[in-house]
T-cell receptor
Framework: EAGVTQFPSHSVIEKGQTVTLRCDPI?????LYWYRRVMGKEIKFLLH????????ESGMPNNRFLAERTGGTYSTLKVQPAELEDSGVYFC?????????????FGPGTRLLVL | DQQVKQNSPSLSVQEGRISILNCDYT??????FLWYKKYPAEGPTFLIS?????DKNEDGRFTVFLNKSAKHLSLHIVPSQPGDSAVYFC????????????FGTGTRLTIIP
């Protein structure tokens, strides 16, 4: 079974440009999460989808970030316009919709560098 | 304000010995704790977890201990193997539903052959 996949693996853009990150969760996983790790710091929660609905978006930094999950399958995270402080590794994770300690499975991440 | 803290950024241990990684938390609402392992250029991989109703959980070479009164948990790896060299993240969530994980900054473990 395929794991969580993310595209692109790396992105280098200039300040002010737009970047769209994509995440394909494990098939059948209703829960999808976005996290971000800025250099050397902790991995921080951004938001959580249950199917196509945003369950919790309390971690989104500001309105330059827009996440979507049309049809409850893959998700995109758009940053527009990108700022220098948006640089970091963006991880996507997914888990089954179920009660009780479902493990979150992480993708390899997208490394974003804003110059 | 960091709610999950891993105060040791790095740790080196001889192969075959015990590795002990520590984690402290401040939020009393955390009820479920996890350890993730991360290799370079890969995403974090779930290793082991513990709920607040337990004080110990063991899985093969890995054991997690939880001290709720001290708001402290630790991961013991014994015996340590070269393949254990990675960054280890401690994470916590307020409920068993495992949503919205709060992570520490990670500890880089190096196993010396």
């Amino acid at each position: 079974e395929a794991g969580v996949t993310q595209f692109p693996s790396h992105s280098v853009i200039e300040k002010g440009q737009t970047v769209t990150l994509r995440c394909d969760p494990i098939s059948g996983h209703d829960n999808l999460y976005w996290y971000r790790r800025v250099m050397g710091k902790e991995i921080k929660f951004l938001l959580h989808f249950v199917k196509e609905s945003k369950q919790d978006e309390s971690g989104m930094p500001n309105n330059r970030f827009l996440a979507e999950r049309t049809g409850g399958t893959y998700s995109t995270l758009k940053v527009q316009p990108a700022e220098l402080e948006d640089s970091g590794v963006y991880f996507c994770a997914s888990s089954l919709w179920n009660a009780g300690g479902e493990t979150q499975y992480f993708g390899p991440g997208t490394r974003l560098l804003v110059l | 304000d960091q709610q999950v803290k891993q105060n040791s950024p790095s740790l080196s241990v001889q192969e075959g010995r015990i590795s002990i990684l520590n984690c402290d938390y401040t939020n009393s609402m955390f009820d479920y704790f996890l350890w993730y392992k991360k290799y370079p250029a890969e995403g974090p991989t779930f290793l082991i977890s513990i709920s607040s109703i337990k004080d110990k959980n063991e899985d093969g070479r890995f054991t997690v201990f939880l001290n709720k009164s001290a708001k402290h948990l630790s991961l013991h790896i014994v015996p340590s193997q070269p393949g254990d060299s990675a960054v280890y993240f401690c994470a916590a969530s307020p409920a068993l539903g495992n949503e919205k994980l709060t992570f520490g900054t990670g500890t880089r473990l190096t196993i010396i052959p």
